[in-house]
């Protein structure tokens, strides 16, 4: 067998040995040549130029200059022996300081011979010194790969402590590519590296490793940014394309009289551009012959239930059964109130089914199920248990994605012949670029405009002094006839803390706002459902003029009356969750307002928060904040999905190159589905090795 870089392992590497291929297996998981040349480094230290001594400047940079050690000594007593040997060019003299490994360095220093040193240099009494500087003997440097940027890789404290330095593994490496050199597979196609003037694989492993200049790294970590987000993009665009071919779906050909109905007379609004957009999206999904597998993602009010109900009417047409999935019984309500409002003229049968629907409704239910006389189910997971059997459905729509599983979802198919259509709406706006990765293998429609003549929800940032004008602020509302949110932060890890803070909030608002002229719910997780429930429809129905919660009232809850949301350490909260909670208001006719009442000591990541929330209302502009601060690691619903390991790239930093990717890997595939044209052969080799040798991304979505 030849000896590929994929095949040989890093024990044959000259240097390496099987102490430390093993010790690098199990730190880092370099077990291949291949692998160890994958193995990037994370920074580069500049060694263009050397200094003089003479011109040292105490500025912190690490700086390498040529000169001799002239004479060495040890110094101090026993507990703090230090190593100081006198550095000399012709410009002058500095020392260089060891406090570790002493026996060994100086048995080691030779003087009177050239050395180039590397390291920080201080400023001490007027005197330079360089603690712990790199050394080589000039000779040996001469002879070394001559490469002028030193590669840094990253390390674990147990390669440290082994002695396998990032010098070790430089060495390593210049072994490597003097044996295999040129023997790296090019992973594109000619066509794709001439498009975009990338240079092939092998000058960019080497250039990446062993750069000669700034600018030639920079072409090489620019081509193997984009070979790792096209390979992605590649594979998940192939995924959807082969879903799409195997999961057959229901074709639901006809547009008929109850979406024409609905849309032509009976919608009180006129949709908005981007929801016309999107149905139109969703409609030739679902007339394909394939399962739709759909993400409609809209902002808070964005007006995504007539979308869901549109979409229904398409089912319904086609002589199918539609069921409406909530995360929660409260909105399941709201839903089911909303939908029937919007059908209420169109002969349609809606039933609601929840946890706490009656046993006799539940069967009258499930009759109208089997037999066909239902069109549309809403509930909650009630949904999913095994008695509940539709006669034909064709479309399930689900709100708030992120509380239901996949799992819970192809339950409910298991008793279709073919799979219904599967629109999942949700309303945390997800920065574009990390969608594309996250979902990029199903598709998305985007809702990103709100219904004219919404009026923005004004934001302010107050603190403690200011809150007796906050609280006349509160009783202005109320006098209007209008309701109020008070939230105070929950975090898992104080709970306990957490819990008195709101328990002390609620007895200082009820202080505040005393009975019988003000009336004040509370809801937090602590409380049975049946009594939270209780609480929120007393606030719904506008018989408590406030509202205490934790933030179990971020999802969805619509209170069109409520005008104000007060935000207490809104600190404590991230963006995307302080956005959902401002959703609550700005519901109605009325100007709506949020007030965020700070803590004093603020980090500046808080501030950035609070102020990108006072700044604006757009949650796609939040989100991209969000992502930014955050990093994608930390954006929900990312840290299962292993896709944010990427070696290389950054989807925020390199977001024009995803695009890139993304389009060159679509266009890829009209042409090609199957990778089977000659020209893309390098491409074609490379895709199955991935999904041969990495699974990782076999399993998102
Ligand atoms: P969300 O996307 O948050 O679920 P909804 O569907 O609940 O938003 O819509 C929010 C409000 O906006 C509802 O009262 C709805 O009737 C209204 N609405 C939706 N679309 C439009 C539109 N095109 N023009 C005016 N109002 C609209
Ligand atoms: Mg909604």
């Given at each position: 067998m030849t000896q590929t870089p994929s095949n040989t392992l890093l024990f044959y590497l000259k240097g390496v040995g099987p102490a430390r291929a093993e010790l690098l297996g199990k730190e880092l998981g370099i077990k291949t040549v291949y692998d160890l040349v994958n193995f990037f480094p994370n920074r580069y230290i500049d060694r263009t130029r050397f200094y003089k001594i003479s011109e040292l400047q105490e500025s912190g940079a690490e700086?390498?200059?040529?000169?001799?050690i002239t004479s060495i000594s040890t110094e101090g007593n026993n507990r703090s022996t230090r190593l100081k040997a006198t550095f000399t060019d012709e410009t002058g003299s500095m020392e260089l300081v060891w406090f570790q490994g002493i026996k060994w360095i100086k048995t080691a220093l030779k003087t009177n011979t050239p050395y180039v040193i590397f390291g920080k240099a201080n400023q001490f009494k007027g005197v330079f010194s360089m603690p712990h500087p790199e050394m080589d003997l000039l000779l040996d440097f001469?002879?070394?790969?001559q490469t002028a940027m030193q590669p840094v890789y990253p390390s674990t404290e147990n390669l440290a402590k082994k002695g396998v330095s990032n010098r070790v593994i430089q060495t390593i490496m210049q072994n490597l590519f003097l044996e295999f050199k040129s023997r790296f597979q090019e992973t594109l196609s000619k066509e794709i590296l001439d498009q975009n003037h990338f240079i092939d694989k092998n000058t960019a492993l080497f250039q990446l490793h062993f750069p000669e200049?700034?600018?030639l790294l920079k072409k090489a970590q620019w081509r193997m940014k984009f070979e790792e987000l096209f390979?992605?993009?590649?594979?998940?665009?192939?995924n959807n394309l082969i879903r799409k071919r195997k999961i057959k779906g229901y074709i639901f050909e006809k547009v008929g009289d109850y979406f024409n109905n609905l849309y032509e007379k009976h919608i009180p609004f006129s949709l908005t551009n981007a929801q016309k957009r999107v149905i139109k999206e969703i409609r030739k999904d679902m007339m394909r012959g394939a399962q739709m597998n759909r993400l409609l993602q809209g902002d808070v009010g964005s007006g995504k239930t007539i979308v869901a109900v549109l979409s229904a009417m398409i089912a319904i047409d086609n002589g199918f059964q539609v069921a409406i999935m909530a995360p929660t019984e409260i909105l399941a309500n709201q839903h089911f109130f909303s939908v029937l409002e919007l059908v209420k003229n169109l002969n349609i049968q809606v039933r609601l089914l929840t946890g706490s629907t009656k046993t006799k409704e539940r069967n009258e239910i499930h009759e109208g199920l089997i037999s066909g006389e239902l069109h549309i189910l809403i509930g909650t997971h009630a949904l999913i248990e095994d008695k509940v059997k539709f006669q034909n459905l064709g479309l399930v729509i689900i709100d708030e994605q992120h509380k239901f599983g996949v799992e819970q979802r192809s339950k409910m198919w298991k008793k279709n012949i073919l799979p219904p259509h599967i629109l999942v709406m949700t309303a945390t706006p997800i920065p574009r670029t990390l969608a594309m990765t996250l979902y990029g293998d199903l598709d998305v429609s985007i809702i990103d405009e709100l219904p004219l003549g919404r009026k923005e929800i004004k934001t302010a940032l107050r603190?403690?002094?200011?809150?007796?004008?906050?609280?006349?602020?509160?009783?202005?509302?109320?006098?209007?006839?209008?309701?109020?949110?008070?939230?105070?932060p929950l975090i898992d890890e104080s709970e306990t803390l957490d819990f008195k803070n709101l328990m002390e909030g609620y007895e200082s608002v009820v202080r505040e706002f005393p009975r019988p002229q003000y009336q004040v719910s509370i809801v937090h997780g602590k409380m049975k459902p049946a009594d939270k429930e209780y609480e929120m429809d007393l606030f719904v129905k506008g018989k408590t003029h406030i509202m205490v919660a934790t933030t179990v009232i971020e999802v969805g809850v619509n209170v069109p009356n409520a005008s104000l949301m007060l935000i207490e350490n809104p600190e404590k909260f991230g963006l995307s969750q302080l956005h959902q909670l401002r959703g609550r208001v700005g519901r109605g006719a009325n100007q709506s307002y949020c007030i965020l009442m700070a803590g004093y000591k603020l980090t500046d990541e808080?501030?950035?928060?609070?102020?990108?929330?006072?700044?604006t209302n757009d949650g796609f502009?939040?989100?991209?904040?969000?992502?930014?601060?955050?990093?994608p690691g930390n954006i929900m619903g990312t840290q299962q999905s292993g896709i944010i390991n990427l070696k290389?790239?950054?989807?925020?930093?390199?977001?024009?190159?995803?695009?890139?990717?993304?389009?060159?890997?679509?266009?890829?595939?009209?042409?090609?589905?199957?990778?089977?044209?000659?020209k893309n052969a390098n491409i074609r080799n490379t895709y199955k090795d991935i999904e041969a040798n990495m699974g990782i991304w076999a399993n998102i979505s």
């Open positions: 700086v390498q200059i040529i000169g001799q001469q002879k070394s790969l200049n700034q600018e390979f992605i993009q590649l594979q998940l665009l192939r603190f403690e002094n200011q809150r007796l004008s906050v609280f006349k602020f509160i009783r202005d509302e109320i006098v209007k006839g209008h309701q109020v949110y008070i939230v105070y808080a501030k950035t928060r609070l102020q990108t929330m006072v700044e502009k939040i989100a991209e904040v969000d992502l930014k601060l955050r990093g290389i790239a950054d989807i925020v930093k390199d977001s024009d190159l995803l695009k890139m990717a993304r389009f060159t890997a679509f266009d890829l595939l009209k042409e090609d589905p199957n990778l089977e044209m000659p």
